[in-house]
């Protein structure tokens, strides 16, 4: 295990990279003694190397009293610094991807938690089984590899690079409160969940109350913390499948962007009785051929419990439906009013038949042959 005095390369990172107001020299006067990790590069360049690579460790004493307001600033600085549209060495991207890694963990106070403890192995790797607990996290942590997402999410935008460069390239200060112009804010595209309802669900009408855990903005307007909701949805009898229910603004919250819609699409389970066809209900009753030939009385519970008693007096063939009125589901604009309810049959025949019962088969139902 990587002790948190050994591992939080990640702070580090934007604050020790030179050119960051004074870089190494900045970090050292911070905590007042040479700070190790700071290695040149394959390219010449000299900084941090992140993500795997050596100089990971020994940044935490140096900068961990930097506020997330101030992490929140660093990103800012770096990541319009070494942009690949403004950094055109060819370790820029590589670094670029690097800082937007190292605010995917930090501005999330769960992966940030893990790390100070566990280091980046635990991070990772995974919290060991032992300790790991009902932490989410122990799975390991994978960033996604979009450097441009953190960037866009975080200065919002459809083209949050351009608001902040002149067309000769230079950095343009917005004003106070965060991005300036056309298109500062976005809105996340929506969240589409599937919500599964029994029958009976449906027929009756129920509450289902869903938890979520979303990431929540903190007075600081920089930093987020991952909090749980619960939504609540009254399923009014007679919705069908494909019904949508929509919670405006209960996605993620984030600078500069307006928190996605969270959409819940209605879905049928499968019931052990009863197949749903819009305002109708199809059961499928297994019947001998004699039945089917002779009548019967089918008894069929409903989804509200009660017993049905029908009477079958036709002859059943293998196309026959028998339709029982106002037993199907509630109308969603009335639910006093109901489908019907459907029923097809499926008819046994005998696997065998001795010469007796032919003979009398054949003199009722074939008697011209006699």
């Known amino acids: 295990m990587v002790s948190r005095g050994q591992s939080t390369w990640i702070d580090g990172y934007w604050e020790g990279i030179p050119g960051c107001e004074g870089g190494q020299a900045l970090a050292q006067r911070s905590c007042g003694y040479p700070i190790p990790g700071i290695v040149p590069d394959p ?96 799975v390991g942590y994978v960033f996604h590899n979009n450097p441009e997402k953190v960037f866009k999410e975080f200065f919002g935008g459809d083209n949050p690079f351009a608001e902040f460069f002149a067309e000769d390239g230079s950095e343009v200060l917005p004003p106070f409160g965060g991005p300036r112009g056309r298109g500062a804010l976005r809105k996340d595209p929506p969240v589409i969940r599937d919500l599964y309802v029994s029958l009976e669900d449906l027929f009756h009408g129920c509450t289902k109350k869903i ?66 066809a819009d305002n109708n209900l199809i059961y499928v009753a297994s019947i001998p051929l004699g039945k089917a030939l002779t009548g019967c009385t089918l008894d069929v519970w409903t989804l509200d419990g009660r017993l049905l008693n029908i009477p079958i007096n036709d002859i059943v063939d293998p196309k026959y439906c028998k339709v029982v009125p106002g037993e199907g589901m509630p109308l969603l604009q009335d639910p006093q009013c109901k489908g019907d309810l459907l029923i097809y049959f499926d008819i046994s025949f005998p696997k065998t038949l001795s010469p007796e019962m032919k003979t009398v088969l054949k003199n009722v139902l074939l008697p011209e042959e006699r």
Not at 53 to 70: I, Q, T
Not at 87 to 109: K, M
């Open 211 to 276: 938890k979520i855990s979303r990431r929540v903005m903190n007075e600081d307007g920089q930093t987020s913390t991952i909090r749980d909701k619960i939504l609540t949805i009254d399923v009014q009898p007679g919705w069908k499948r494909g019904t949508r229910v929509t919670f405006e603004k209960e996605g993620d919250q984030g600078p500069n962007v307006i928190p996605a819609d969270i959409i819940f699409v209605v879905q049928e389970k499968l019931h052990a009785r009863f197949k749903r």
């Open 43 to 138: 390219a010449g360049a000299t900084g941090i190397a992140v993500g795997g690579v050596p100089g990971m460790a020994g940044w935490d004493e140096a900068v961990s009293g930097h506020s997330p307001p101030c992490r929140a600033r660093s990103y800012r600085r770096l990541a319009l610094q070494y942009h690949p549209l403004k950094c055109r060495e060819p370790w820029g991207p590589s670094r670029f991807r690097q800082l937007a890694e190292a605010y995917d963990v930090l501005s999330d106070p769960m992966k940030k938690g893990i790390y100070d403890k566990f280091g980046e192995e635990g991070l990772k790797g995974g919290i060991p089984l032992e300790l790991a607990s009902d932490n989410p996290w122990s």
